[in-house]
């Protein structure tokens, strides 16, 4: 007998845990409970009881929940997202006896609400407020009121602003573009809770803004006028759905125009970008902003024209040039002279200059107008000595001498450039340099608008009239195509130019086996011979094998014949 009720008691838990998994798992502790009366204390059955949880969202079940009274007019409602010391609504209805009260719970999550249903008036009857495109009118609001046999009077509420008491008719004006609801409800004098359920109507006061308008691109232009043109946009349904009169809003740079008027002539503009805006309004709303950007450019100066500054041996110098006064915007212009490390701005010509050393020296001059628009540097260079030279044209050559020795002549340079090269190899070009002066930082870089690849070499510092004997490494790319190209070789003492010569690179392709050899990364040379070597030996060694193979298999043959006759002769 024991073990039947062990085994009833299993199946019991066994189903309630069924039970649990088959229902919804959200269970809630909150309830509302009480009675439901008429005005004359008798208990109400069957009225239909309501409770609404205030603040409560989800799950929506368990924040409105209704049942009915018993017959002893009481209800219960249990399983609500009611936490402790939450508000609830209760709301009771037995035909047209309608009523609300309120109510909090108590700490355990338990309120206790009872309702006096009272027989509310009739609800009012409204007149509906029809759509309107003009906020500027004024709206009007009538009703008639609810009926009941007791004194009543009118609660308005207009878009949610909450219930005043009132009377047909009210009114609105200057109303923003929007839906908007208003409501109204009939409630007993005597007993000013007790109403009627609310009348509602929905009315909207609408505008459609009209459309972006359509901008005429503006291109970039050297000219500090330009001509800005625009139209509506006429797709359907623009360019106002509502055919209302409309005006454009004109806007460059910042600074508005109202009521505009296509084309807008603009003069004066800067240098530099600018944005250009239009929008299309009607009285109440204007269309987003239609953009547009353009560049004003400024054209540079004309280059200047320099006299060329002969070689000499006086110390003394005058450096002349001739420029533009204005540009063809009309812009005033200025020259920029450079001479031996430094800049003069503005400067004149001509100027005069003492010289102290010897030197190649250059100088170089460019015209700039008031905006930073400056022509490209013109560039002349001479040679300074400190005696009287003589000068001779040998063999084609121009060569300078000093009371009998040698006039310095700036620099010699000699390049030794490999015959060919092949893609993906490394070369090497021998330079001798000598300078008459002495180099403080030597810096030769070469620059490539192919792309073939030098390394920039520092040589410092170097005595005057010294022979150097330098190399430069270099490599071009892999998948290089064969054809000539020039470097442009320049020397630098710190950052003054010695020299800047093009020098000739021929690129082919060499056969495919060797191709293949060259597009291994940085494979040195004794790895190449070693690899073709291990061929030649495999080559040889596999040449040596057949062979052998071939030999083993002719005494094999040979042996079996044999022992084939001694088996015959026995």
């Known amino acids: 007998m024991r073990i039947k009720k062990e085994v009833l008691v299993l199946v019991f838990l066994v189903s309630i845990l069924f039970l649990s998994s088959a229902v919804k798992t959200d269970i809630f502790m909150g309830t509302c409970e009480g009675f439901v009366f008429y005005l004359n204390g008798t208990k109400v059955t069957g009225a239909n009881v309501t409770v609404s949880v205030d603040g409560c969202t989800t799950p929506p079940e368990n924040c409105v929940r209704s049942a009915l009274t018993d017959l002893g007019g009481y209800y219960v409602i249990a399983n609500l997202n009611l936490q402790p010391y939450g508000n609830v609504s209760v709301t009771a209805k037995k035909g047209t006896f309608y009523r609300t009260n309120t109510g909090q719970a108590d700490a355990y999550q338990a309120a206790f609400v009872n309702v006096t249903l009272c027989e509310a008036p009739t609800s009012p009857s409204l007149v509906p407020v029809p759509d309107s495109h003009y906020p500027n ?5 009538n009703w008639s009121s609810g009926t009941s046999p007791y004194a ?16 047909s008719p009210q009114s609105k004006t200057n109303l923003a573009f929007k839906n908007y ?9 005597s007993l000013p809770s007790c109403c009627s359920p609310p009348s509602t109507d929905t009315f909207s006061v609408y505008n459609t803004p009209p459309c972006v308008p359509i901008l005429t691109p503006q291109p970039d232009t050297y000219s500090n006028t330009v001509t800005l043109n625009w139209t509506s946009n006429t797709t359907a349904p623009c360019p106002d759905a509502d055919n209302d009169i409309t005006y454009y809003n004109f806007r460059i ?20 970008s600018h944005i250009w805006q239009v929008q299309e309004c009607d009285l109440w709303e204007c269309s987003a902003w239609a953009s547009d950007t353009f560049n004003i450019g400024n054209n540079p100066c004309p280059s200047p024209n320099l006299t060329n500054q002969s070689d000499t041996c006086v110390n003394q110098v005058t450096l002349k040039w001739t420029s533009a006064n204005i540009d063809g915007e009309g812009d005033a212009c200025h020259d920029e002279f450079y001479f031996h490390g430094t800049t003069q701005s503005p400067a004149s010509s001509p100027q005069t200059l003492i010289l102290t050393d010897q030197a190649l ?21 001479f040679i300074f000595c400190t005696c009287p030279p003589l000068i001779e044209e040998v063999e084609g050559e121009r060569r300078g001498y000093v009371g009998g020795c ?15 090269v092949y893609p993906g190899e490394h070369f090497k070009i021998d330079v001798g340099f000598k300078y008459f002066l002495s180099i403080t930082d030597l810096i030769i870089e070469t ?7 030098v390394e920039t070499l520092n040589y410092c510092p170097v005595s005057g009239n010294t022979n150097m004997n330098l190399k430069l490494e270099g490599r071009v790319p892999v998948d290089f195509r064969e054809g000539t190209y020039y470097l442009f070789v320049k020397g630098y003492d710190s950052k003054k130019l010695l020299f800047n010569k093009p020098i000739e690179l021929k690129v082919v392709s060499p056969p495919t086996t060797i191709v293949s050899l060259l597009r291994l990364p940085y494979l040195p040379c004794c790895i190449i011979l070693l690899i073709l070597i291990i ?8 040449w040596a094998g057949k062979e052998v193979y071939k030999r083993m298999k002719e005494k094999g043959e040979k042996r079996t014949k044999m022992l084939k006759k001694i088996k015959e002769g026995i």
């Open 137 to 141: 009118i004024t709206f009007w609001f």
């Open 152 to 167: 009543t009077f009118d609660q308005w509420n207009f878009d949610n602003s909450g219930w005043i008491t009132a009377t």
């Open 181 to 189: 609801t208003w409501s109204v409800k009939t409630c007993l004098s």
């Open 253 to 272: 740079d910042g600074n508005l125009t109202t009521h505009a008027t296509p084309p807008m002539i603009i003069s004066g503009l800067g240098y530099g």
């Open 361 to 381: 020296y250059t100088w170089r001059v460019r015209t700039c107008d008031n905006y930073s628009a400056c022509s490209d540097w013109v560039e002349d260079s």
């Open 406 to 420: 040698r006039l310095p002549a700036g620099y010699e340079i000699v390049f030794s450039v490999p015959r060919d």
């Open 447 to 453: 620059e490539s608008p192919e792309g073939i690849e």
């Open 535 to 542: 061929l030649i030996l495999a080559a040889a060694s596999i």
